[in-house]
């Protein structure tokens, strides 16, 4: 796809992550499989389900503008998951794989507050207020799983794998 114009850009975004979320979507199961620490299994449920959610809201933002999204694959999610997956297969389950699970769902997090923040700047400057309203939405439950994540981290998961 060429990029020529803001309009472009907003376009390859929303198409990066909408492939992105798909992917994330896909992914998501086997690290649910494979966290042994409930409230862990918990969280990544829950991030399951956002993440349906997320793919419906780019689905509202397309109808809504009558934009038509590219078929690309995301490669930094491809990466992603391509990492999560080498560490399912590398690390013993139990504590330190769930900090690992983590470590790779943050990961994925930052990269969608980095991706979505930037989308929720153009869709202002192009005129989209209902995809700013809905990427806002998707925005602001990815934060706040991230920050779930992090004290999931510090108070329960890695003092337990620091014990084994």
Known sequence: ?????????????LSDIYSAEKQLAKALPRMIRSATNP??????????QETQG??????????????????????????????GKE????????????????????KVDHYEIATYGTLCALAKKLGYPEAVTLMRETLDEVKAADEKLTVLAEQDVMPEALAT
Request: hydrophobic share 50%; with cysteine.
């Open 1 to 13: 796809m060429s990029v020529k114009s803001l309009s472009d850009l907003f376009i390859h975004g």
């Open 39 to 48: 409230d862990l299994t918990a969280a990544l449920d829950l991030n399951l």
């Open 54 to 83: 997320q793919i419906e809201r780019i689905d509202q933002i397309v109808e809504a503008t009558g934009l038509r999204l590219k078929r690309i694959k995301c490669a930094a999610m491809e990466g992603l998951v391509e990492e």
């Open 87 to 106: 560490q399912i297969d590398e690390v013993e389950k139990g504590p330190v794989l769930d900090a690992a699970l983590i470590g790779a769902a943050q």
